[in-house]
């Protein structure tokens, strides 16, 4: 274990690096809501002239236009923030777990404090995300650390190979 990964539960992974790895999933399409905890890696997405980025106004709006995206044949890539997924949790349920639509999302854990547990965050947005997926039987995964970025291509192939919704949770914001 690093000297930074002792002093905090999350570190900013840079977003070059997970850049590249959401490149090697080929995904065609990012489908976000407007993201400060991740705009460092949205930023570079936008640019990407491979990818097609569509900002949207909500959280709900992502997941059906995932689901829209990929009846089509794309290959969509959803990229959030937690509260943002509490305000989704009916379309997560409805059209990615009970239409069975793969969605991988990459979630940022926005009010995170990285120098404690999950589960001692002040933010309920934080402390409750991950039982609250658990309760609704959605499988994710934790990006804390650069060693983590492996986690990004395990959640996005099982989303596709279960044809159900993973979460990457993104601790700290992207660098």
């Given amino acids: 274990?690093?000297?930074?990964?002792?002093?905090?539960?999350?570190?900013?992974i840079p977003a070059p690096l997970l850049h590249g790895a959401v490149?090697?999933?080929?995904?065609?399409?990012?489908?976000?809501?407007?993201?400060?905890?991740?705009?460092?890696?949205?930023?570079l997405l936008m640019a990407d002239p491979e990818l097609t980025t569509i900002t949207l106004s909500t959280e709900d709006e992502a997941i059906c236009a995932n689901a829209g995206l990929w009846i089509g044949g794309a290959e969509p890539l959803v990229v959030i923030q937690n509260v943002g997924l509490?305000?989704?949790m009916n379309a997560l349920r409805g059209v990615a777990m009970d239409m069975k639509v793969p969605t991988c999302m990459l979630?940022?854990?926005?009010?995170?404090?990285v120098r404690k547990p999950v589960e001692e965050n002040a933010s309920?947005?934080?402390?409750?995300?991950e039982p609250v997926l658990q309760t609704m039987g959605v499988t994710f995964y934790r990006l804390d650390h650069e060693s983590d970025v492996?986690?990004?291509r395990k959640a996005f192939d099982e989303s596709r190979s279960?044809?159900?919704?993973v979460v990457v949770l993104i601790g700290a914001p992207t660098a």
């Avoid at 999933?25 to 890696?41: A, E, F, N």
């Avoid at 309920?124 to 995300?129: A, E, K, P, Y």
């Fill in 107 to 113: 979630v940022g854990q926005f009010g995170r404090d």
């Fill in 23 to 43: 490149r090697a999933l080929g995904v065609t399409h990012i489908l976000s809501v407007p993201d400060t905890h991740q705009k460092t890696l949205l930023a």
């Fill in 86 to 88: 509490f305000a989704a």
């Fill in 162 to 165: 279960e044809r159900k919704p």
């Fill in 124 to 129: 309920t947005g934080v402390r409750l995300i």
């Fill in 1 to 12: 274990m690093s000297e930074t990964q002792t002093a905090n539960f999350a570190d900013s």
């Fill in 150 to 152: 492996g986690q990004l």
